[in-house]
């Protein structure tokens, strides 16, 4: 009797944003007995209120947050766990990125156990090799709300209508709330090309926010027909009427989008 693999779940988050802005995803699927943990990204800035130490050095870029995600993967997998690699917004270009050498059957081969076993996106960025996140932000002529300051790191000067985009169905005021806890962000993240397109190594599924301001629908699909062209596979696509941001409006939809990615994967359904 074949026993079921133990599941991890990695999120890697948008920009702007430290872990504890997930945890109303993160902490319901955990009550449910999943393991489940956001990355902190190495290119989030300071938080408001606090200190802008790190400004004095050159502000983090995509391959630092790779070298950190996958050093988080390599530890969940040495411990047998088959990972479910999630990429938000900008973090999709960098979970893309971070999973060279990663996968199980990769692994197996070297004799260690665990490994990558699907990677997903909810709303992303996904560049093609060589393409950055920047460019691809091109195509949604949203990058202008975004400023650098004079050190490369990156912030929102209206709180207001980056409200209105990244969290188009909330109200106003809630979108306003939301945005006030973003932290900086690396303007050199945005800018790095990527070097490994790491949708071509192991199943993909993509959840399309229908009614993301932030990355269109259409930009969202245009990066499902890019992995499958460059894979050959098809991405396991689902589709929910929400904003770029769904686990703050349409949270149980979102949960339940996880699980069946839990499930999915502990059973080998590609």
């Known amino acids: ?61 995509l391959y630092d947050d790779a070298a950190y995600i996958s050093a988080e993967i390599e530890k969940l997998a040495d411990q047998g766990k088959h990972v479910i690699l999630i990429g938000h917004s900008y973090g999709g270009a960098a979970a893309s990125e971070s999973v060279r050498g990663l996968r199980l059957d990769e692994r197996r081969k070297q004799g260690k156990p665990g490994g990558i076993a699907r990677l997903a996106y909810i709303t992303s960025l996904v560049p093609a090799v ?14 202008g709300m975004m400023v650098p300051d004079e050190n490369g790191w990156l912030h929102f000067p209206s709180h207001a209508e980056t409200a209105a985009i990244s969290f188009s169905d909330l109200p106003p005021d809630e979108g306003i709330a939301w945005v006030g806890r973003f932290s900086l962000h690396s303007a050199a993240a945005f800018g790095t090309p990527l070097t490994h397109a790491g949708y071509t190594d192991v199943p993909v599924e993509y959840l399309i926010c229908e009614l993301d ?29 929400a904003g770029h941001v769904p686990m703050a409006s349409k949270l ?12 999915r994967t502990r059973t080998g359904d590609v």
Not at 30 to 39: N, S, V
């Open 213 to 241: 301001r932030a990355i269109p629908a259409k930009v969202q699909r245009d990066g499902i027909a890019l992995i499958e062209q460059v894979s050959g596979r098809k991405v396991r696509v689902a589709s929910i009427q």
């Open 130 to 143: 060589g393409r950055s996140a920047a460019e691809v932000m091109q195509d949604t002529s949203n990058g």
């Open 252 to 263: 149980e939809e979102t949960i339940e989008w996880f699980v069946g990615l839990v499930e």
């Open 1 to 61: 009797m074949s026993t079921l693999p133990p599941i991890a779940i990695l999120i890697v988050p948008g920009s702007f944003t430290y872990p504890d802005l997930y945890n109303p995803i993160t902490d319901p699927i955990t009550a449910r007995g999943y393991e489940i943990k956001t990355i902190a990204l190495r290119s989030a800035g300071p938080a408001p209120g606090q200190p802008r130490e790190n400004n004095s050095s050159s502000p983090p870029t």
